[in-house]
């Protein structure tokens, strides 16, 4: 009996073939939308996890002052070269102490210009940030005590100012400073926040110190981990003897901050992830609006076919055959466009995610869930008229022309 | 749930009424009609529009419960069965043959002899085979494949009959199964039903207002202002036509 259901609920549909469609139109969009917003929701997740593991895994970041608010920052002291000796010497859970100063500045060669940051700092911050060389060396001790004008490319400085030249060997300027180019960076790609972490030029921590920024400060200190060490000791470690060095009282507040990366990437993922939730329901109303055009056409349909209802009625068939009949027209009519919706979803985000540079997520459990919802969708909307085309009357349906 | 009782009779109408609407809008389309077809009858209910005959078919074709009085189908009481019940009583005993032949558009006429078997679960295989046969006994063996509207009139009202006698019942009503015919053809269709009333047994309760039509049945019950006017033989099933 059902597979006889199917069969004449698949020739009725086929029957009003441009009807049919247009009706579950509404559906295949809403399935498709769900699918596409959660789809590349999850690979912007996934992309900015991933990102973050990028920046340096265990990472600390150290900066000086509180963040008050948006935007507010407290005034405080920048550490100095011995704050970095000090954390090297008393905390051994720490793999890697890099110091930083970060300037922006406009690298020149020949009739080539890129506006770029310069940070200086040492091997170390190799180590903090997990960077690997693509190509030359690290900095020598030599050149990080003397302060030479030595310098590290990130990928995108190197495209715009090279191309496809070898900038081993050559010289880049730096506003007033000329120095020669000893290695490139492996490149990283875009952070979680949409920055470019390749747009860098790194030099040692002297030489920014000297000829660029002119003063003795380090502005940040990036920290690593030991992976077997307790993220968190070492992070109370390095606030206790921060404290001590900067003479704060057991009454003030920290005039440093000491920022956990993995903190900071579980709040941008639970981030990503409330707003892929909220663009997945507000997808899903029009999943709801489609089910209300199956509705519309059922009852249409009951009414053209009334006459066929009292025929089936008065040869014998129950209510609940009549009502069978109807409802898995609906649903088979719904479960198509489910299916549809799937296809199309499928190939809007491949699409998508291309376009996007978001990793492409198959979730099968998110398609699956949809299928089930326009299926539900169809038994939901497809009820009333069904159950309206059962409870005709035979001698009325057989009347009306 | 088919067995035949002790009386004899198939089909018993005692005091049927039959009421439409309520209050002051009520029509009193039957008031207390009483009738008795044995098996293997052929009767012609005949009387002018509005006389009540269609609701008497109504009733008897269990399309319509009575309002007040009995009807007994096999011994049953027809007008305790719900609705269901009354539709399996349809399935299962009773075939239908309308004026306006009443197919399904856009279907051959294979699947519309099927249709019936198809709510009886008659394995696929086997329906095709006894649909089949049913269009062969009215002469349309060649037309299986064609839709209704490939059809003339006269074929229509044929596969209509081989669609009613398909699962084999018991009575078989025919509302003006001519109506909608031209003469010949009306003669044509008369002589179909009552042949296979007398080669296979089937009853057979029809509707008509033409009397030449009626001389085709055995027996003629006249209906006037919802009651049996007259209830006579025809002195046989007649061969007055042939």
Redesign the interface.
């Known amino acids: 009996?059902l597979s006889?259901s199917l069969l004449l609920a698949v020739r009725e549909i086929r029957?009003n073939a441009l009807r049919s469609f247009l009706t579950i139109l509404g559906i295949v969009i809403g399935v498709a939308a769900v699918i596409v917003m959660v789809t590349l929701g999850e690979g912007a997740t996934l992309q900015v996890r991933r990102q973050i593991e990028g920046l340096g895994s265990n990472l600390l970041i150290v900066v000086p002052g509180q963040r008050m608010g948006p935007g507010m920052r407290q005034d405080a002291p920048a550490f100095a070269l011995e704050d970095i000796e000090a954390l090297r010497r008393s905390v051994p859970a720490l793999a890697a102490v890099a110091p930083a100063v970060t300037q922006s500045a406009t690298a020149i060669v020949g009739n080539r210009n890129w506006s770029t940051s310069v940070t200086g700092s040492d091997n170390s911050y190799l180590q903090a940030r997990a960077w690997t060389l693509a190509a030359g060396r690290a900095f020598t001790e030599g050149e990080l005590r003397a302060g030479k004008a030595v310098c590290l490319l990130g990928d995108t400085v190197r495209r715009e100012l090279f191309g496809r030249q070898d900038p081993l060997g050559q010289r880049v300027r730096l506003t007033k400073l000329s120095c020669e180019v000893i290695g490139l960076l492996q490149p990283k790609g875009q952070s979680g926040m949409g920055r470019d972490q390749d747009d860098l030029v790194l030099l040692p921590l002297r030489t920014v110190q000297r000829r660029l920024s002119g003063n003795q400060d380090v502005a940040v200190i990036y920290l690593s981990v030991h992976a077997e060490r307790s993220m968190q000791r070492a992070k109370a470690d390095v606030e206790h003897l921060l404290r001590e060095r900067r003479h704060i009282s057991a009454s003030e507040e920290d005039n440093f901050s000491v920022r956990d990366m993995r903190e900071i990437a579980s709040m941008l993922t639970g981030t990503t992830q409330v707003l892929t939730a909220l663009l997945g329901a507000v997808a899903s109303v029009s999943l709801l609006v489609g089910g209300i055009g199956i509705m519309n056409i059922m009852l249409v349909s009951v009414t053209e076919r009334t006459?066929?209802i009292?025929?089936?009625?008065?040869?014998?068939?129950?209510?609940?055959?009549v009502l069978s009949q109807f409802l898995v027209e609906a649903v088979v009519l719904s479960s198509f466009g489910g299916l549809l919706g799937i296809l199309l979803a499928l190939a809007a985000s491949l699409l998508l995610a291309r376009v996007l540079q978001v990793p492409f997520v198959l979730n099968l459990g998110i398609i699956g869930l949809a299928f089930l919802f326009s299926a539900a969708v169809g038994i939901l909307f497809g009820f009333f008229p069904a159950r309206r085309a059962a409870r005709l009357d035979?001698?009325e349906a057989?009347r009306r022309e | 749930m088919l067995a035949e009782p002790g009386s004899g009779a198939l089909i018993e109408l005692m005091a049927v009424t039959k009421v439409y609407g309520q209050g002051a809008a009520a029509v009193q389309a039957l008031r207390g009609v009483d009738l008795s077809i044995a098996t293997g009858e052929m009767v012609a209910v005949m009387g002018p529009s509005g006389s009540g005959k269609s609701t008497v078919m109504n009733i008897l074709g269990c399309l319509d419960a009575p309002t007040s009085g009995t009807y007994r189908f096999r011994g049953m009481d027809v007008g305790a069965m719900s609705r269901d019940e009354r539709a399996l009583l349809r399935r299962h005993a009773l075939g239908f043959v309308f004026q306006g032949f009443n197919l399904l558009s856009r279907t051959s006429a294979l699947e519309n002899v099927e249709l019936p078997l198809i709510y009886r679960r008659v394995h696929s295989s086997e329906r095709r085979a006894r649909a089949l046969a049913a269009l062969a006994a009215v002469g349309l063996r060649d037309w299986a494949q064609h839709t209704p509207a490939e059809l003339s009139g006269g074929q229509q009202q044929r596969v209509a009959i081989a669609r009613a006698l398909v699962t084999e019942p018991a009575v078989v009503l025919a509302d003006e199964p001519t109506g909608n015919l031209d003469s010949a053809r009306g003669h044509e269709i008369m002589a179909l039903l009552r042949s296979l009333n007398r080669a296979r047994g089937i009853t057979l309760v029809m509707i008509t207002h033409e009397p030449e039509m009626a001389a085709y049945a055995g027996r003629v019950v006249h209906v006037l202002d919802g009651l049996v006017e007259r209830d006579a033989a025809t002195g046989g099933p007649s061969d007055a036509e042939q």
């Open positions: 009996m006889n029957r006459r066929e009292g025929i089936r009625l008065a040869i014998g068939a129950r209510e609940r055959e035979p001698i057989l």
